[in-house]
């Protein structure tokens, strides 16, 4: 058993996202609704933690075929993401060698479906196993399922993290470290939710290379 007796906060709660689908234009309004949830977990003493399960990107959005599936995971990793998931039923695939221009130009924590995966965060390494990945021997530990829409139940433990529809925010608080849920809830994004603009500049900067790169590469955009 890990010892957390130096731990000040009272409370985990995981903030997660999935099926963005590389809509780089619903980041910023969804930044928004994220720095709300972040505020208010801090206010509770609880620390948060902000999870994207994967589904990045989709064929029909330019950007992600432009950039070899790289683009959506940039504007993530400037939002703060502490970890996103790659390999849960992408259309768009990230080739090996696009994937290392990836990890060495970003910050976030990044996991392979159907591995292991793990990050740390105010000294604490969270474990987590998605798909058929087994659950992590290490503690603190999440499972990841997106076969099932289903929040996780009060007091489940392990708690397992499913899907999350595009434009929703799941938020899961658990106690600590007895590491049970108390409470789960999804959040849609209102619609008059007003962008961040900082984020917004980011999907700029991020649209005006990829196009860049896709006139390099031959590609129309």
């Not at 990107?57 to 504007?75: E, M």
């Not at 992408?90 to 159907?114: F, G, K, Y």
């Not at 849920?181 to 980011?202: C, G, K, M, N, Y």
Request: proline share 7%; with cysteine.
């Amino acid at each position: 058993m890990a010892d957390f007796s130096s731990v000040t906060f009272s409370s985990v709660t995981w903030l997660y996202t999935a099926n963005l689908k590389g809509d780089l234009h619903l980041l910023p309004r969804l930044f928004t609704l994220i720095q709300q949830e972040r505020r208010s977990a801090h206010e509770a003493n609880s620390l948060a933690l902000l999870l994207d399960l994967g589904d990045t990107c989709a064929l029909d959005s330019w950007v992600c075929p432009a950039t070899q599936g790289r683009a959506p995971f940039l504007v993530l990793d400037a939002m703060g993401y502490d970890m996103a998931l790659i390999g849960a039923g992408e259309q768009v695939s990230i080739p090996p060698d696009s994937l290392r221009r990836l990890l060495d130009t970003i910050m976030m924590r990044v996991a392979l479906w159907n591995r292991p995966g793990h990050f740390t965060k105010r000294g604490i390494t969270f474990h987590l196993a998605s798909g058929t990945a087994d659950f992590p021997a290490a503690e603190p530990g999440i499972r990841i399922d997106r076969t099932t829409t289903a929040l996780p139940g009060a007091n489940a433990t392990p708690p397992v993290l499913g899907d999350v529809a595009r434009g929703h925010l799941a938020r899961v608080t658990m106690a600590w470290p007895d590491w049970t849920v108390q409470d789960a809830r999804l959040l849609p994004l209102p619609e008059t939710t007003s962008p961040d603009p900082t984020i917004a500049a980011v999907v700029e900067l991020v649209e005006n290379e990829a196009r860049h790169y896709a006139q390099q590469e031959g590609g129309v955009t």
